[in-house]
């Protein structure tokens, strides 16, 4: 990483202060009215990436709150400065930096799954409609390095059609996790890294895209109508990335 990104430290991502998550779950439950579906659908113990779509500015600290475990998110750098990023670094965040495939984020990502932990992608790179339609491949990198799996999460709700995209929603408005069931992303022996990415970019985005539409059908939520959108920046990975190399 460079600039600010390289002066920001992730002591023990994946292991927040418990103070961390009880102010995310009384944001979502007390502030707003969380309601989560499926939670049980997330492993108890073990790796495991959660890979959500994103409509709002409240799905990272809410879904944070929400989750039956404790997650290390990637979170844009620049939200890494003042008393927010003193708050973020001690809730086991994990810093990105927007303009190129940071793979350093990445990497730390793979040694929160090695340690049996959790972490959160919006691998949709963007924060916009949030019906999964984009997946960009860290997501996809990340599921076929670490082997872990994947569990699609919907975050309904917070920004509705007709609603300005980076407005917070009202309190108590009724907010909805859904938690689909865990998939796992492998690459098959002989196939040449490029092909392997870019089938696992397919593979994250339809069983995404699917579980949000499934999602709003349960939950007779609708998503918003505007495609303005915040950059991520995840970043491309080289095929040469994924095991077994560009065969």
């Known amino acids: ?14 292991r927040p202060q418990a103070w961390t998550k009880a102010l995310g779950g009384f944001l979502a439950h007390v502030v707003w009215n969380a309601r989560v579906h499926g939670a049980q659908n997330v ?22 709150g929400v989750a039956p475990r404790d997650v290390a998110f990637l979170v844009k750098k620049e939200m890494f400065g003042g008393p927010v990023g ?9 810093p990105i930096d927007r303009s190129h495939g940071d793979r350093d984020a990445l990497q730390t990502v793979l040694r929160v799954l ?12 963007t924060r916009g409609r949030g019906d999964a339609a984009s ?33 917070a929603p009202p309190p108590r408005r009724a907010l909805h996790y859904c938690f689909g069931e865990p998939f796992t992303v492998v690459k098959e022996p002989g196939v040449p890294g ?5 089938a696992a970019v397919d593979q994250v985005r339809d069983r995404l895209s699917a579980h949000v539409l499934e999602s709003m059908r349960r939950t007779g939520t ?24 560009p065969r």
Do not use: K, Y
């Not at 003193?86 to 994990?94: N, S, T, V």
């Not at 491949?137 to 919907?154: C, D, M, N, R, Y």
């Open 1 to 14: 990483m460079s600039g600010a990104a390289q002066e920001v430290a992730v002591p023990r991502a994946g």
């Open 86 to 94: 003193w708050a973020l670094l001690r809730a086991g965040q994990i």
């Open 43 to 64: 492993p108890a113990t073990g790796p495991v990436l959660l890979a959500s779509n994103h409509a709002s500015l409240t799905d990272g600290p809410l879904l944070f």
């Open 135 to 167: 997946v960009r491949s860290g997501i996809a990198w990340i599921a076929l390095q670490s082997g872990a799996p994947v569990v699609p999460v919907a975050c309904l709700g917070a920004h509705r059609p007709g609603e300005r995209n980076r407005t």
């Open 114 to 125: 090695a340690e049996g932990g959790a972490a959160g992608v919006f691998p949709e790179g």
């Open 222 to 245: 609708p998503l918003p109508d505007d495609l303005d959108a915040d950059e991520l920046g995840l970043g491309d990975m080289a095929s040469d990335d994924v095991p077994g190399g």
């Open 194 to 198: 490029r092909r392997a990415l870019a």
